[in-house]
């Protein structure tokens, strides 16, 4: 079932950020809801990102993107700024692309408020980063293994991780051991993460948007 796009929360100025950033060392742990979103459109037609730069987003051409996605492809919709909604895009390889996407290029889709356990179920990942869920046997729950890895310059590479057994509230999955905490939102096909800085290294971080891994 789609829809078209209603209540989004709209950009403020939260901790001196800018309303009218867009970026994704931010979007997984800024914004508490988070909705599937579908690329309207002619077939063919280039819908374009545009940045978060001074003045911007507004239609002026200083403001678009190289990139741009074309009607069909899905998007993680977040913050609502004016006309525009603060959008990530996961392709299956290769890096994300965030930034603002006009507001009437978008469908909204109604995901579920309370998934299934099996929706949550198999391997996610980002990057080299890994997220392994399956059924607990022993108390019904799911079992999440994860694993994230920071590479700086030349051999200087940070590892962490987070093993837990937890029970989903809605479509969110919270685990915690010891000082690491990760949420765990799940959003159509996607797996929204953000975590508190503590789950290993420095700079080791799992915020981010999963996808199923083949």
């Known amino acids: 079932m789609l829809m078209c796009i209603a209540t989004l929360t709209s950009a403020q100025n939260v901790d001196d950020i800018p309303a009218n950033w867009c970026r ?17 459109g002619k077939q063919k037609t280039r819908i ?3 940045s978060d730069d001074d003045g911007c987003p507004n239609a002026d051409a200083k403001c678009k993107t190289k990139s741009y996605l074309v009607a ?15 959008s990530w895009y996961q392709p299956r390889k290769g890096e994300e692309t965030v930034g603002w996407l006009p507001a009437d290029s978008l469908v909204m889709s109604a995901s579920s408020a309370s998934p299934t356990l099996q929706r949550w179920t198999g391997l996610w990942m980002y990057g080299k980063k890994s997220l392994n869920i399956r059924r607990d046997i022993k108390s019904g729950f799911l079992k999440a293994k994860g694993y ?14 987070v093993e837990a057994v937890a029970q989903p509230e809605a479509n969110e999955l919270i685990l915690v051991e010891e000082e690491c905490r990760v949420s765990l939102k799940l959003v159509g ?16 971080r799992f915020n981010g948007i999963f996808r199923r891994g083949r």
């Open 48 to 50: 374009h990102f545009f």
């Open 148 to 161: 994230a890895i920071w590479e700086g310059t030349g051999a200087n590479v940070h590892v962490g991780g």
């Open 72 to 86: 069909g492809d899905q998007v993680v919709a977040s913050r609502k700024y004016g006309s525009w909604i603060c």
């Open 24 to 40: 994704n060392g931010l979007f997984t742990s800024e914004q508490a809801e988070f909705t599937l979103a579908t690329v309207r």
């Open 189 to 204: 096909g996607y797996i929204v993460a953000s975590d508190n800085s503590e789950c290993g290294g420095v700079n080791v």
